[in-house]
């Protein structure tokens, strides 16, 4: 190396070169990433019943009619869960975002090398971030031939992709039955979300033609993460009526255009005609969602937002951050309720009960613009009316938030939450 080059690196020149190349580059990956959010100003007076082609096609999928649902609570989940994974006779495919080791990972594990002794197929996909303490259950998975992988591990091939993870937990059993929903493989999900130590969560058995949206669901991350591609009948079969219920999928994340699951539950609330009830754990919708809402309730639209409190939370900072912008929707005629006998997990809403959402999805830009989730629209009237006696009775475990109070609640109380909001925005 020469005394002018030396001479050079050691100049300002060579720190400006270094700044304009990270500028560079940091500009290339944002315009790569970026997309517009939607406008959320619909002018349309159908009711939703009648909007679920608007509401696939907006989210670039499929209306699928002629399907059975079977609503599932807490521990009843892994109940069903079980069972179909031992009728499994070609194919059985479980992707997940937590995993930790207990009773239930040991119980699934075994489960799935049982089934893969028999010569069932068993592709297993768990997000490397939360799967970290899978510890004997990852290990048993592999000596038993069980096809196990972990989406974006910490490796230098995922430095741009790592903050993405895999939220999607759903089971696909032979291509014919299919089970969506919140619930993680830990122990605490177990019960009946009983006590402080549980956790309250929701999902579905589905049958019918929406199965094949599910596996697709799977397959795209499959392949990112294995190359693998699977085909035939006993990943794809034919599929029959075999219900009423009308459902789509949303899961895409298409480059430069806002990810199918923030579409959907940004547009849901712009065509609520007489009620929208929300069930999440992290509620944090961004200023559009929020006057949306707001819009939505001064339009006389009964809208009603459960989220677990503080104290019941495992991510009690993330709660607090969520209460810095109540005071707005407490404004604008949103009611809300802090569920505070344990955990709630499950993530709903149930529109003018007639269409109602379940899966992964939290409300909240993480779920919405960085992680792969899965969120099922369905049409049927006598769900939504289920969904809503659940959400009656979880009110019995609820404090309403009070507008007025809630302005006068302590100093110290909202510079946390302001402090804890800043902090999230940033993550």
Known sequence: MGPGLLDWLRSGWALLALATLVVVLGLVIWSIRRHR????VVECDASIAD??????GLTQGTVYEGNAVELLENGAFFDAMFEEIAKARASVHFETFLWKEGKLGERLANALIERRRAGVKVRVLVDADGGKEMGRDAECLRSGDCNLRMHHPRHIRNI??????DHRKLLVVDGRVAMVGGHCIVDSWLGNGESREHVRDLGVRLRGPIVHAVQGAFSENWVEDTGELFVG??????????GEVAIHVASLKPEGSPPAVKILHHLVPCIARKRIWIQNPYFLPDSEAIEALCDAAKRGVDVRVMVPSAEASDMPMVQHAAHRNFHLLLAGGVRIFEYSKCLLHQKVMTVDTAWCA??????DDRSFETNDEITLGLRDDALAAQLE???ERDMHDCSEL???AWARRGLRHRCKDNLLYVFNELL
């Open 402 to 404: 009070n507008g007025d």
């Open 37 to 40: 959010d939607p406008r959320l």
């Open 51 to 56: 909007l679920l082609p608007s509401l696939s």
């Open 389 to 391: 006696a659940i959400f």
């Open 160 to 165: 741009g992709v790592f903050n993405d993870r």
């Open 233 to 242: 009948d006993e990943v794809f079969p034919p599929l029959a009526r075999v």
């Open 358 to 363: 379940i899966g992964s999805s939290n409300f």
